[in-house]
């Protein structure tokens, strides 16, 4: 989802974040924000070496809701950080879980490429409930040398794999490409499946639902705090948090540095700052040429743990095909609000809920260059039971 094109700003005026630097500054973001990024080779330990890849993984929201527990030799403990959720926009916790599972896989394809072993019990102590979550472990993880372990060709592209929001160039995914993502998550427990320029109609209808998922989501003003909640602006916001929605342009950061911006108040259904978005949005969906969904039986925890697993090896597959992926979650999201576009999607992707659940449906194409997200950093995430 692209929430980065405008802000509210003082006295009801709105300005455009996609502007190019001025005055001499740069829009890159602060070394510290992206220092995970880089390999991690200072690491000796092999659970923290592992996690250091693990905490690269997709989050919704960019929340990193990770923490864990290394008390135990020899073994990682994973929760949910409960600080780290989406009441509003996720008020099930679904996509949480699911991000607990990116984690997870992650964090398997780097103990595999050092000859480990990852055996993981899910919910040690028990299963969360379906409604919410508590503090009790997600799973426990033990790290075994095992000769018959091999390394997943997946993992190189771990330090490449970034979600790109950008419009898409409009030709057909490779059929090869479609294949290697389709193989990734064989053997797991999901039906996947894309829909491209040949299929006219389905592609359409599918634009439609999220365009119409998306502006619900922008005019109902608690969903649209959730995002400026987590907004962080200019290089010393980026720097300090290290997570959320990272907005550094230059003139975004003047009118902070003058203190002209409302992050706390929602803009009304007709400003011309949601019309903006509604708009920009829209464009991007114009210009994606192919879909990609996941759907699964159920909706257990173990399942949405699951499909998190399965959606992070479907995006490195593409990202090694030179493929882009933009999860379009708003019409997968158990608020109020939208139930119609949830029932859209499930219809027409063959779904019946609560039987069948669409985990996870996204943009897929050809995109430019994508830029890496701001991460805390593996010392952040490690605390004690």
């Known amino acids: ?212 998922a998306w502006q619900i989501e922008l005019v109902t003003p608690r969903t649209l705090l959730e995002s400026y909640n987590v907004l962080r602006v200019g290089p010393a916001e980026i720097a300090q948090h290290r997570d959320g929605i990272a907005l550094n342009e230059p003139l975004v950061r003047a009118l902070v540095a003058l203190g002209l911006f409302d992050r706390t108040r929602a803009s009304s259904p007709d400003s011309s700052a949601v019309q903006g978005q509604i708009k920009s949005f829209n464009e991007k969906l114009a210009a994606t040429p192919a879909f990609f969904w996941m759907i699964t039986e159920g909706n257990h925890r173990a399942t949405q743990l699951q499909a998190g697993r399965a959606y992070a090896r479907a995006q490195l597959a593409a990202t090694a095909h030179g493929l882009s992926m933009h999860p379009l979650q708003q019409a997968l999201q158990e608020y ?16 019946t809920p609560p039987q069948h659940t669409v985990q996870m449906w996204a943009r897929l194409g050809y995109g430019p260059a994508a830029v890496a997200s701001p991460r805390r950093g593996l010392q952040a995430h490690i605390t004690k039971a």
């Open 336 to 351: 109020p609000e939208q139930a119609r576009p949830y029932a859209a999607i499930h219809q027409l992707l063959g779904a």
């Open 1 to 212: 989802m692209d929430r980065r094109q405008f802000l509210r700003v003082a006295g009801g005026g709105v300005i455009a974040a996609a502007v190019p630097p001025l005055l001499g500054c740069s829009s890159e973001l602060p070394a510290a924000a992206v220092a995970a990024w880089r390999q991690p080779m200072s690491e000796t330990d092999p659970r923290r070496w592992a996690l250091a890849h693990a905490i690269l993984a997709p989050h919704s929201h960019n929340l990193q809701s990770w923490l864990v527990d290394l008390s135990v030799p020899d073994e990682i403990t994973l929760r949910v950080d409960l600080d780290r959720l989406l009441p509003q926009t996720d008020p099930l916790s679904r996509q949480m879980i699911m991000s607990q599972g990116t984690f997870l896989e992650l964090l398997d394809l780097a103990a595999r490429e050092r000859g480990l072993r990852a055996d993981m019990t899910l919910f040690p102590q028990g299963v969360f409930d379906e409604r919410k979550l508590d503090a009790r472990p997600t799973a426990r993880i033990r790290l075994v040398h095992d000769a018959t372990v091999r390394p997943d060709p997946l993992f190189a592209q771990i330090f490449k794999r970034h979600t790109n929001r950008a419009p898409y160039d409009m030709r057909e995914p490779a059929p090869p490409a479609l294949a290697a993502i389709a193989a990734s998550v064989a053997g797991a427990p999901v039906r996947i499946g894309f829909a491209g320029p040949q299929q006219v109609s389905l592609v359409q209808a599918q634009r439609e639902i999220a365009m119409q």
